[in-house]
């Protein structure tokens, strides 16, 4: 079984500034792991996913995260945010078997830019 | 390319009554998913198709949920004598294979209102 936790229900940011959300997992397997954006009315979008390889992956939007298999996280980043970023941001993990296990979300994390 | 589509994007029905929701995956991915997301739970993975094959139905939340796909492309997840816990939006989402490094390409979600 997996489970993830995103620690802020909310973020409040201001405009330019650089914001980190932050996310940590639990599995007894080995895991893939993802970030999903999900604009005001709109449907869940890839913001970036780790595989393997380099723990720095970077995405869409100026967007990368850092995975930490020791501290089991999956922080976001962002160096200078846009009002266009506002968003809800969920974390989410797999089993490498995929498919059949779907994808377990964190609760997400609203990301408020304020001018 | 034509993404995921769903529809209805709204229903509201009366509590015990019957509903079918539908999905239209992305031409060609053999993978199917169904998702709740709800205030409560946030987002939980429901049930999952590999092509014709028949799905695993252990992660639907109550025996009033059944869902089926035809033809190995369009699904259909239908709740009998709807309750008012089952408000929420059913997101579907495909992928090209259904492996755990696949994206899963979401829907715009179908809004559920129970009364």
């Known amino acids: 079984a997996q489970s993830v936790t995103q620690l802020d229900s909310q973020v409040p940011v201001f405009e330019e500034a650089p914001v980190e959300l932050r996310c940590n997992y639990s599995s007894s397997v080995s895991v893939y792991l993802f970030w999903y954006v999900q604009y005001p009315n709109q449907g869940l979008q890839l913001l970036l996913k780790?595989?393997?390889?380099?723990?720095l992956v970077k995405g869409i939007n100026g967007f990368e995260a850092e995975f930490n298999k020791s501290q089991t996280s999956f922080h976001l980043r962002k160096p200078s945010v846009h009002i266009s970023d506002t968003a809800e941001y969920f974390c989410a993990v797999t089993s490498f078997g995929g498919g059949a296990d779907g994808l377990t979300f964190g609760k997400g994390t609203h990301l408020i830019i304020q001018p | 390319g034509a993404g995921v589509s769903q529809s209805p994007s709204n229903k509201v029905t009366e509590k015990g009554k019957d509903v079918e929701l539908r999905c239209d995956p992305i031409?060609?991915?053999?993978?199917l998913y169904w998702y709740r997301q709800s205030l409560g739970q946030g987002l939980e993975f429901l049930i999952y198709?590999?092509?014709?094959?028949?799905?695993?139905k252990s992660g639907l939340p109550s025996d009033r949920f059944s869902a089926e796909r035809t033809g190995g492309s369009v699904s259909t997840l239908t709740i009998q004598r709807t309750q008012q816990e089952d408000s929420a939006v059913y997101l579907c989402?495909?992928?090209?294979?259904?492996?755990?490094?696949?994206?899963?390409?979401f829907g715009p979600g179908t809004r559920l209102t129970v009364l």
């Open positions: 198709f590999q092509g014709n094959s028949a799905p695993d």
């Open positions: 031409s060609g991915h053999t993978a």
């Open positions: 989402a495909s992928s090209a294979t259904g492996s755990g490094t696949d994206t899963q390409y």
């Open positions: 780790y595989l393997s390889g380099s723990t």
